[in-house]
T-cell receptor, first 112, second 112 residues
Framework: EPEVTQTPSHQVTQMGQEVILRCVPISNHLYFYWYRQILGQKVEFLVSFYNNEISEKSEIFDDQFSVERPDGSNFTLKIRSTKLEDSAMYFC??????????FGEGSRLTVL | RKEVEQDPGPFNVPEGATVAFNCTYSNSASQSFFWYRQDCRKEPKLLMSVYSSGNEDGRFTAQLNRASQYISLLIRDSKLSDSATYLCAGGPYNNAGNMLTFGGGTRLMVKP
């Protein structure tokens, strides 16, 4: 069964450092997403990506965040200068169209 | 007002009980709805889509009430393995991002 894969599963970084989280969405899907979940809180939308560009982003997704689809398979989330409050689980998801979201297992980011 | 709201619980029920969760949404443009299950520190996994006509999958039944803008999930004959957090999600079809907004989740604990 095809799945969304994410790396790394856990990353620990120092405040102010850049972090890149990687995702390989399901190959025939058209929409790609990043969500995050701070421990004990809700799953929050960050950004959606369609047709090689950002289609929507939330207030959380400020200038410190960027996304890229550098080739036909990878979809990355970059945080330029991490803050303590960026510590969270980051979920990549993809969607074929209007159906369900398929989530990866998540990348846990710990900012010290 | 939160876009998607759920009672956080926890709902503590004995094995074999029937339990129901509701979820309200504020965006009347929302047209696709889903129930996801999330285990501790794991990714959300689709439990079932929610259709206007209602749908059933084994012990699980989902309903959509557009007039009152809520969706429901009924679990019959609860099992210990049903213990998890249940997330509802909804979103419109009419934006290019097709993002889903998640509720904060309802925690279910099934006791022997």
């Amino acid at each position: 069964e095809p799945e969304v894969t994410q790396t790394p599963s856990h990353q620990v970084t120092q405040m102010g450092q850049e972090v890149i989280l990687r995702c390989v969405p399901i190959s025939n899907h058209l929409y790609f997403y990043w969500y995050r979940q701070i421990l004990g809180q809700k799953v929050e939308f960050l950004v959606s990506f369609y047709n090689n560009e950002i289609s929507e982003k939330s207030e959380i997704f400020d200038d410190q965040f960027s996304v890229e689809r550098p080739d036909g398979s990878n979809f990355t989330l970059k945080i330029r200068s991490t803050k303590l409050e960026d510590s969270a689980m980051y979920f990549c998801a993809s969607r074929p169209g209007y159906g369900e979201l398929f989530f990866g297992e998540g990348s846990r980011l710990t900012v010290l | 007002r939160k876009e998607v709201e759920q009672d956080p619980g926890p709902f503590n029920v004995p094995e074999g009980a029937t339990v129901a969760f509701n979820c309200t949404y504020s965006n009347s443009a929302s047209q696709s709805f889903f129930w996801y299950r999330q285990d501790c520190r794991k990714e959300p996994k689709l439990l079932m889509s929610v259709y206007s006509s209602g749908n059933e999958d084994g012990r699980f039944t989902a309903q959509l009430n557009r007039a009152s803008q809520y969706i429901s999930l009924l679990i019959r004959d609860s099992k210990l393995s049903d213990s998890a957090t249940y997330l509802c999600a909804g979103g419109p079809y009419n934006n290019a991002g097709n993002m889903l907004t998640f509720g904060g989740g309802t925690r279910l604990m099934v006791k022997p």
